[in-house]
């Protein structure tokens, strides 16, 4: 019932703030209402509570609640930051609509449908947002064709692959002795394998199709892409990795070809997508390539087989999203404050903006993590078991590339001041009437509460971003429970 | 054979063509129409009313949705869709048609394989033949002619309307398609396949509104908050 009651919560919420979003006060209002409701059912779902729905079974678990409270939490914080960025209220609607798709999808135990729902809330957070944004205003109708192919194509090879799976032909439905595999049935899983990994390297955008996420990280703000790359997508990737554990790992078959195949494109992402991010030099494409980077790692889940791969796999989505989420959320208040996104123009934005500081060093640690670490255990375990030993430590040293595209941030943040980041307001909080000003005919707390807030709009977002942040850090010490 | 069941696979796949053949926007909105208010009725057995009654439902929301985008759009960029060669199929419906019919006789055989497990040869008699039309045959069959037809509108259109119509074939495709082959899908399956056909239906009615959006219609208060240059957000380079 929690995991309904949160979807009931979230879904009408998310189209009421989406439909509203002409209004924009009202969208907020409407929008930042939906998310802590929804924070809170996400709190409280219990392992135990599992009710029928149309036919099938929905229920909660640890993992699930997990995943949702910072998910919840992730779009409540977004949600704030972009109130008081003034951003409008586009992303806030979709993402709560996202959010009720994945928990419904997530609480079924069949893949069929959890692929479906993942597939419409990341239509609706890919596209919807684009409405009224002015900084895409010409790109949009592009932007949205591009953005939507993808998603819809990974949706449909999922659910393609799902159908054969559930079919009298499909692994389900295969007799006898697992010792004496069918050859023709074992081609078939292994081709079946690879179209789910095809489907996860789509919707991740990991290397080398990666294009459409690039574009759609460097166009939109920063607040639209965890609902889109970030937690739809690490849905999409849990539900295919529960497919695999039902369909194709009890039958033991090897698979070693298409294993093989699919940890070549996986140790291409975290190379390249490592390489990528050192390469640029502003706040966009870093957070691009970084989820590329991720998304390589998420995909040897796919490459090995073991007990301990499924478990593993997840552990690292969950973290590898939470905590670019906080990254996400320190570049879109960063970029806010000092109004740049390049690391020359950002010299010595941490001496200036000690909070944001605060919330990037929060991010840094969990995206390199540290031994015992849910984040960095999973790494380690898929990089060991996916891939060849030589092979495996040339991809794990490079899958601590975030330790350069991240550590030389900070090394920038501590130097000389840039021009721009010296004349920027930074985020010093403002108290009393003098520097809030602005209200001399009425002194009275109504007005001068909102008035203090607008003020300090700056510091509270950086605040948010370390809140963010520090979600980030906490799933990625302790995986999805 | 289910004659009624063979009928609406027809009509579904008649309505696909029509939908990512035509070069008249409004058509291509009736074909779509006909194709997505057919599908509900071409599982065997029938769902439940309610689940019945639901799929009907959302796919009318789905083309409401693309009529009032299309509705809603400039006098100009409507003419335009009436007009311009873009919008609708560049091999023209006898060419659409003709690849529709090929994913059937695609279709039928490898639902026959399904079933059996073994190839039928080449001895099978003609009372054999037409014993492949059953429902789950032909239920693939106009799934896979809807895949076929709506996956390059989808991925490849160039135009939001021809994208739209496109998706909406393609989902409605593999929603049949797995229908077909892996046996009538559950009630609550059955929602997430509507929730995903309307999620496809938004998608394509917000691209139509915003492919023709004018310079005025920006409704959102962004980029007000510190000195953000909108210049800098986009880049050309990966």
Known sequence: MSVLLLAALALPGGIATTLLVRRGSLAFGVGLATAVATLVAAISINAADVVPLAGSLIGGSDGLRGLAVAWAASTLLFGVIDLLLDDGPTVLGPALVGLAFGAIGLGVPDPGIGIALMTAGGLLTAVVPLVGRIEVREAAPRLGLRTLRPVLAAGLIGLLVVTWGASPVGPLGATGPLDQLDPGLERAMGLALLGMAIAVTIRLGAIPLHIWAARYVEAMPASAVPPMLGWGAAAFVIVALGWVDVTIAPLGAPLGTERSVIALLAATSIVLGGVAAILHDDLDHILAYAIVQDAGVALLAFAASGSTVTPAGRDWIVAAVAVKSGLAAWALVTRATFGVAHRAELRGWMRRAPILGLAFTLVIVGAVGLPTFAGFEARSTLIGLALPGPVAVVVLIAAFAPLIFLGRLIIDGLGAMSDHVRSAPGVQLAFGWATTGGWEGDRSLWRAVPVTLWANRLPLAAGAAVLVAAVGLSVAIGGMG | ?238
Do not use: C
């Not at chain 2, 696979?9 to 029509?18: D, K, P």
């Not at chain 2, 039928?120 to 037409?130: K, N």
């Not at chain 2, 059955?190 to 995903?196: D, P, R």
């Open chain 2, 1 to 238: 054979m289910n004659p009624l069941v063979a009928v609406v696979a027809v009509v579904v796949t008649a309505g696909a063509v029509l939908a990512v053949s035509s070069r008249n926007g409004r058509t291509a909105l009736l074909g779509l129409v006909i194709a997505v208010a057919a599908a509900p009725f071409i599982d065997h057995p029938l769902p439940q009313p309610a689940t019945l009654a639901m799929r009907v439902v959302g796919a009318a929301l789905a083309a409401y949705l693309l009529r009032s985008a299309l509705t809603a759009a400039s006098p100009t960029s409507v003419d335009q869709r009436e007009s311009v060669v873009r919008g609708g199929s560049r091999l023209g419906w006898p060419a659409e048609a003709l690849m529709a019919l090929a994913a059937w006789l695609v279709a039928v055989v490898l639902s026959a394989h399904l079933a059996n497990l073994e190839p039928t040869g080449p001895t099978a008699s003609a009372a054999d033949l037409l014993a492949m039309f059953g429902p789950a045959s032909v239920t693939t069959a106009a799934g896979l002619a809807s895949i076929v037809v709506g996956l390059v509108p989808a991925l490849a259109g160039q135009d939001a309307l021809r994208t739209a119509a496109g998706s909406l074939i393609l989902v409605q495709g593999a929603l049949i398609f797995r229908s077909g082959i892996a046996g009538a899908p559950g009630d609550l399956e059955q929602i997430a396949g509507v929730a995903l056909f309307v999620a496809t239906a938004v998608a394509g009615a917000v691209l139509i509104g915003i492919e023709d959006r004018p310079e005025s219609a920006s409704v959102s208060k962004t980029g007000t908050a510190g000195p953000r240059p909108p210049a800098t957000r986009r880049r050309g380079g990966a």
